[in-house]
């Protein structure tokens, strides 16, 4: 954390390995106190922003309860400039991905047991649900989640020296997120996704009343909304046909819950040059799932006399 803007991605790998280190002292207060709210780039961009949000998610997906309690509480830190800030990532539109939104879904996906509702998720968005979407999407799409640690390859001996490098660390979704995700895209075909319990568009701040003929109260859709959500349909359209959302549902869920029947051979392998190390299915509290896989990156190698 010596390093301006903060480099986190050792404490990133670190969550993953040995999360219980993350609750001493006030330890996870500190990263969203001093790193998540931080408006000073020099100390903390949005590299740094998205390893805090990692390190959230990673410690609330390790499966013990009282560690999603402590994010839960942590995440009640979180100032109204990171809101804001992170509402300015809706300005990019289709130019890049929507990174911060789709590490907030991950992190409050595990933090609530995988019981968020699309409801919420366009909270998370205020209301944008092409943001929404395509953060769904974007997690689905990515299929697992990355650290870099450092490893030795080589141990000293005489006449040479001991060689270090980093590896990539590939861990695939567990089914619960999946789950979740597939629950989700399925949220944008319900109504309560478009229209209050009043008839109205769940998204429009301005309610228009009047009385019907019949003497009663009655909701009256104003005349534009109905060109609005016929504009709101296509733009959930175009990006459910860009995004080929129903085939990574489809593969998503295939590796999810067949995994088991295909063995190792359908699990990411070693290369030939062994760049890729083979770990196979692991039984998890979910049941089996392809383990970590690992790759080295040679670009960055340290020798130690």
Same mark, same amino acid.
């Given at each position: ?9 050792? =404490?990133? !790998? ?24 931080? #408006? ?12 805090? =949000?990692? @390190? $959230? ?15 839960? !509480? ?15 990532? +809706? *300005? ?7 990174? $911060? ?9 595990? /933090? ?38 450092? &490893? ?9 020296? /001991? ?16 789950? +979740?995700?597939? #629950?989700?895209?399925?949220?944008? !075909? ?31 859709? /104003?005349?534009?909304? &109905? ?9 959930? =359209?175009? @990006?459910?046909? %860009?995004? %080929?959302? @129903? ?5 998503? $869920? ?25 770990? *196979?299915?692991? +039984? ?22």
């Amino acid at each position: 954390m010596l390093s301006r803007p903060a480099d986190l991605s050792a =404490l990133v !790998t670190l969550s993953q390995s040995k999360p219980e280190e993350f609750f001493v002292d006030d330890t996870l207060h500190v990263l969203v106190s001093k790193l998540l709210n931080c #408006r000073n780039e020099q100390v903390s961009d949005k590299d740094t922003k998205l390893d805090v =949000l990692a @390190i $959230l998610a990673n410690l609330s997906g390790s499966g013990d309860a009282r560690a999603k309690e402590e994010v839960r !509480t942590a995440l009640q830190g979180v100032s109204e400039w990171f809101d804001d800030y992170l509402a300015g990532e +809706q *300005g990019d539109g289709l130019e890049q991905e929507p990174e $911060l939104h789709k590490s907030m879904l991950l992190l409050l996906a595990r /933090a609530w047991n995988y019981k968020l509702k699309t409801e919420d998720l366009l909270e998370l968005t205020r209301g944008d649900r092409g943001l929404a979407l395509d953060s769904v999407v974007g997690v689905l799409e990515d299929g697992r989640t990355y650290a870099t640690e450092l &490893v030795q390859s080589r141990k000293p001996g005489e006449g040479a020296v /001991a060689q270090w490098e980093h590896e990539l660390i590939c861990r695939q979704h567990e089914k619960p997120l999946v789950l +979740q995700l597939c #629950r989700l895209v399925r949220g944008f !075909t319900h109504p309560a996704s478009y229209f209050a319990g009043d008839g109205n568009p769940s998204s429009s701040k301005n309610r228009r009343h009047s009385r019907g003929t019949n003497g009663g109260n009655r909701q009256d859709l /104003a005349l534009f909304s &109905v060109d609005e959500f016929s504009a709101e349909m296509d733009s959930l =359209l175009e @990006i459910t046909l %860009r995004s %080929r959302v @129903i085939e990574k549902l489809s593969v998503a $869920l295939d590796a999810c819950l067949f995994c088991t029947q295909y063995g190792q051979e359908a699990c990411p392998g070693m290369d030939e040059d062994g760049t890729a190390k083979e770990t *196979g299915l692991v +039984q998890t509290r979910w049941g089996l799932q392809p383990g970590p896989t690992r790759t080295r990156i040679p670009t960055k190698t340290y020798h130690v006399v």
